[in-house]
């Protein structure tokens, strides 16, 4: 393409949009905490590259650019999210459509979406498109320092989330030594 910038995306648009969006809208849905909501999420954001496509190719990165539309949107469209939840709850809610497409263990998943929007956002990410923490503090806008604290912060509630739940299903005789209650013998008294 003549007269491109040295850095632009030469990939059409459709192309651009099969290629990231079953994972932009998998972060959008993790950072939401729902599945469907993501892929609405990422079509709204791919709509809005789509409308300024000749300004997002010729970014260095404009998967990071569409990535950080759709956790943006993900973040702030929570409260609209709260008042269709309610709406819906009084004409009642839809068959669920099974989206699934996270590999791994499910408990893993429900105690990510636990976590904080921006904490579900860099873990997913982090992990899912295991992208580096500079990465992530560029599609998130955030510092470095900023990624780094959320992910710590991220790491230890599903640390601690993950082992109360381990603890919590472990009868006693599956437990390991470290967990079993110590058996207390009575005490003789020397005499």
Wanted: no cysteine; net charge negative; charged share 30%.
């Amino acid at each position: 393409m003549t007269g491109a910038e040295p850095n632009a995306d030469e990939r059409p648009f459709e192309v651009f949009f099969a290629e990231e969006f079953a994972s932009v809208a998998l972060i959008a849905g993790v950072t939401a905490g729902d599945r469907a909501y993501g892929e609405d999420i990422a079509q709204e954001a791919f709509a809005k590259a789509s409308a300024q496509w000749a300004h997002v190719r010729s970014l260095d990165k404009p998967g990071s650019w569409v990535r950080r539309v759709a956790i943006n949107l993900a973040l702030t469209g929570r409260r609209r999210r709260v008042n269709e939840t309610r709406v819906l709850r009084l004409v009642g809610e839809p068959e669920p459509i099974e989206l699934e497409i996270r590999a791994g263990d499910p408990e893993v998943w429900v105690a990510v979406d636990h976590l904080a929007p921006r904490q579900r956002a860099v873990v997913v990410l982090h992990y899912f498109e295991d992208r580096s923490v500079a990465e992530i503090a560029d599609v998130l806008e955030i510092t470095v320092s900023a990624t780094t604290s959320h992910l710590h912060q991220a790491r230890r509630a599903l640390a601690e989330t993950l082992s109360s739940e381990t603890l919590k299903t472990e009868s006693p005789k599956t437990q390991s030594p470290k967990t079993q209650s110590p058996k207390t013998e009575p005490r003789k008294d020397a005499s």
